[in-house]
């Protein structure tokens, strides 16, 4: 009962066409025990910040595959902390250039997951990353 | 942020503050009780709307267009419709409490019925929460209704709490809700499954939702017969004043009906509805008024209260009681009862009486 669930808000910013990437994170979280709130397609940077605010989620997936990262990602993380929680960490996946990547990791993302990449990778960042805050 | 800051900002209307009360409360921690002592005596007002029913008949889609409803009931269901009941309906704030299965293996859980409500995205008078029901097997959590006192501390007047896929046995949001829609649609199934026990028993409105597909007579049908078999014949002169008051049975849900003496019981309308188009929303609205008034004036909503917080002081009592009552046993004591139930030397009410026997309440 009074354990403590990680609560991930998994959301596609943007006008992507489908969402089998974020389906396959939300599955992998879930049977890594996590609570995974997922919220379709087509959400703009205030949609998912409402509902991470009303979630209090502990930490907030992306999915891009339109290359509008660079817009999208600096606006989510922008609307997070101005609803004062700058604790909720920011993971992404999808398709990001290389050179994107330092740019993305140095505004606060945690961490980037393309296509290919094992779900042991970003579940033990997550959790790490979440336990790790609330130590 | 300490507990007594938490109540308060609830109380002041602080979104992040009602999500953080919302999480300690769920995971049962001391600053959530703290905070729900403190908000308790600002319960009370909300009118709690339970919908219910099986996996993919419509359920978040339906939450969706009655909170979009509520937010503008001028727009939505237009001024000549409402001449009957109270001119200018304000705008009543929405929460809503949407309950998804845990996973028994894993203790995950995906949350996903906010993907049908994103029309209510931006709008501040509504607040959508998802929950796990880890490990409850009554359709809804074991914290939704502590979830749901905070909320109508926070002064939301409307709180629509939606179950898991339910099916049969999943009745615990009768218990919580003070309206309880159970929400079917076409092709789910024979009449049979419509006498059987449980979910619709507690139906204070039935809804058949997905109206447009083929099979909707037959599943009204369905359902009235079930009602029909459920409900006893009434005397003539109620039933008479029922027909000449109220005509057909999708009538018998006008407000008008609130008048209706106390004694008259209240029969569970069924409505069509289309959620994807909005088709019946305001309709059903009206029904939930209806079963409102009708609760306010044949005294069922304060019955409904006290059995409510009734189950709740029980259930706390049994928790605490359980947990004393382990304190006080020595060392192995429980483990050994346990192996002589196992070994089947004693039965399991002999372990129990001799258990209570020797710690019992008082002793």
Do not use: I, K, N
């Given at each position: 009962m009074s354990e403590r669930k990680i609560r991930v808000l998994i959301a596609k910013p943007g006008l992507d066409g489908h969402d089998r990437g974020a389906k396959v994170v939300a599955r992998a979280l879930r049977d890594a025990g996590m609570e995974v709130i997922y919220t379709g397609l087509r959400q703009t940077p205030e949609m998912i910040a409402e509902a991470a605010l009303q979630e209090d989620v502990d930490a907030v997936g992306l999915s891009i595959l339109s290359g509008a990262h660079m817009a999208l990602v600096p606006r989510v993380l922008e609307l997070l902390k101005a609803n004062g929680q700058e604790h909720v960490k920011v993971f992404l996946g999808g398709i990001v250039p290389d050179e994107d990547v330092p740019l993305l990791l140095k505004m606060g993302v945690i961490g980037i997951y393309g296509p290919g990449t094992l779900s042991d990778n970003y579940v033990n960042d997550i959790r790490k990353a979440v336990v790790g805050s609330h130590a | 942020m300490s507990e007594m800051d938490l109540a308060s900002l609830v109380l002041a209307g602080d979104r992040l503050a009602l999500a953080r009360t919302l999480s300690q409360v769920e995971n049962g921690t001391a600053d959530g009780m703290s905070a729900l002592n403190a908000l308790f005596a600002h319960t009370g007002k909300a009118h709690l709307v339970g919908i219910t029913g099986a996996s993919g008949t419509g359920k978040s889609s339906l939450v969706n267009q009655l909170a979009q409803h509520y937010r503008q009931p001028a727009k939505q269901s237009g001024p000549a419709k409402r001449?009957?009941?109270?001119?200018?309906e304000p705008e009543r704030r929405v929460a809503i409490v949407a309950v998804d299965p845990t996973s028994p293996f894993t203790g995950g859980a995906i949350l996903g019925d906010r993907i049908r409500m994103r029309?209510?995205?931006?709008?501040?008078?509504v607040f959508i929460r998802s929950m796990a029901t880890r490990g409850s097997l009554g359709g809804i959590a074991a914290a939704t209704g502590a979830v749901v006192q905070v909320l109508d501390a926070a002064g939301f007047e409307l709180i629509l709490i939606e179950t898991v896929g339910a099916g049969q046995a999943e009745v615990d949001i009768a218990r919580l809700a003070h309206t309880t829609i159970v929400v079917e649609a076409p092709?789910?199934?024979?009449d049979i499954q419509a006498i059987k026990a449980g979910i619709l028993e507690i139906a204070d409105i039935l809804v058949v939702n997905k109206?447009?597909?083929?099979?909707v007579e037959n599943t009204e049908r369905a359902l009235r017969g079930s009602l029909g078999l459920a409900q006893p014949p009434r005397p003539a002169s109620q039933s008479i004043r029922r027909v000449v008051h109220h005509g057909q049975l999708v009538a018998s849900i006008e407000p008008k009906r609130a008048s209706a003496p106390p004694d008259q019981a209240w029969s569970p309308p069924i409505l069509r509805t289309i959620a994807l188009d909005g088709t019946g929303v305001a309709k059903l609205a009206e029904a939930i008024a209806a079963h409102r008034a009708y609760l306010e004036s044949t005294g069922g909503w304060g019955q409904r209260e006290r059995g409510r917080l009734q189950t709740e002081l029980d259930l706390l009592l049994q928790n605490r009681l359980l947990k004393d009552f382990h304190s006080h046993l020595e060392q192995g004591e429980y483990a050994r009862a346990l192996q002589g139930v196992l070994e089947r030397r004693i039965s399991p009410f002999q372990a129990v009486e001799e258990l209570v026997d020797k710690h019992g309440i008082g002793s």
């Open positions: - | 001449s009957g009941t109270a001119q200018a029309d209510l995205a931006g709008d501040p008078g092709g789910l199934g024979d109206a447009d597909l083929p099979g």
